[in-house]
C-alpha cells in the first residue's frame, strides 16, 4: 500500500458543528503532516506529528484539534468553525529517515463551512 | 526567511515548444528542492528531487546555487504536462517542513 487515505472526501459542516477528518498511511512513514490550501494558492504547512507526536503547530487556531492516536492514523478535529476555514484539507506522510525523499500526499478532505 | 516565488501563474505553450518553469528561492543554507506536480482532479504528487538529479516524463531540473534557482525545464511539451506545479523548498530543523511556492499552471496546446 503506498497511498495516503483521506476521508472524508467532501466536507460541509455548520459553524456549531463537530466534526473531524480522517488520515491514513500504511507504509510505515513515522512523520505525518496536515496541511491547508485556499483555492488557487499553495498548501500552507499547520501541524507536524513525529512519532506520533506533535512536533510543529504553525500558530493554527484552536478550533483545529490534531490527533495521532497511531503510527498509521492521523485525525483532525474541527469545532467552531468559519466560513474563511473552508479550503481543501490535505494529509501527508513520509519516511523519517536521514534522507528526505518528499512527502505522499492524500486526496485531500474538501470542506465548506455554512 | 526562507521563502519560494515561483513569477509566473500561468504558463501557456503549443505541443513541441520548450517549456521552462521558473522557481527561485531565498535561503542562507544549503537548500533541498523539489517539484510537485497536480494533474486535475488529481493528488499532489512529487516529480523531482534536485538531490537525486533525475529525469522524470522529460522533465529535469538544475540548482543553481548562485542564481538560488531550480527552474524546471523540458525539451518538448506534450499535451498530458498540463497541470499546477509547484516548487517547494525543504526547511531545516528535523522535521522536514516543506514551504511551497504559489505554484504555475502549465497549459500546453494541441
Known amino acids: 500500500d503506498t497511498e495516503v487515505t483521506q476521508t472524508p472526501k467532501h466536507l460541509v459542516m455548520g459553524m456549531t458543528n463537530k466534526k473531524s477528518l480522517k488520515c491514513e498511511q500504511h507504509?510505515?512513514?513515522?512523520?505525518m503532516y496536515w496541511y491547508k490550501q485556499k483555492a488557487k494558492k499553495p498548501p500552507e504547512l499547520m501541524f507536524v506529528y513525529s512519532y506520533e507526536k506533535l512536533s510543529i503547530n504553525e500558530s493554527v487556531p484552536s478550533r483545529f484539534s490534531p490527533e495521532c492516536p497511531n503510527s498509521s492514523l492521523l485525525n483532525l478535529h474541527l469545532h467552531a468553525l468559519q466560513p474563511e476555514d473552508s479550503a481543501l484539507y490535505l494529509c501527508?506522510?513520509?519516511?523519517?529517515?536521514?534522507?528526505?525523499?518528499?512527502?505522499?500526499f492524500g486526496s485531500g478532505t474538501r470542506l465548506t463551512v455554512v | 526567511a526562507q521563502r519560494v516565488t515561483q513569477p509566473e501563474k500561468l504558463l501557456s505553450v503549443f505541443k513541441g515548444a520548450p517549456v521552462e518553469l521558473k522557481c527561485n528561492y531565498s535561503y542562507s543554507g544549503s537548500p533541498e528542492l523539489f517539484w510537485y506536480v497536480q494533474y486535475s482532479r488529481q493528488r499532489l504528487q512529487l516529480l523531482l528531487r534536485h538531490i537525486s538529479r533525475e529525469s522524470i516524463k522529460g522533465f529535469t531540473a538544475d540548482l543553481n546555487k548562485g542564481e538560488t534557482s531550480f527552474h524546471l525545464k523540458k525539451p518538448f511539451a506534450q499535451e498530458e504536462d498540463s497541470a499546477m506545479y509547484y516548487c517547494?523548498?525543504?526547511?531545516?530543523?528535523?522535521?522536514?517542513?516543506?514551504?511551497f511556492g504559489a505554484g504555475t499552471r502549465l497549459a500546453v496546446h494541441p
Open positions: 507504509m510505515g512513514h513515522r512523520a
Open positions: 501527508a506522510s513520509s519516511p523519517k529517515e536521514a534522507e528526505f525523499y518528499g512527502y505522499t
Open positions: 517547494a523548498l525543504r526547511r531545516p530543523g528535523g522535521y522536514n517542513k516543506l514551504i
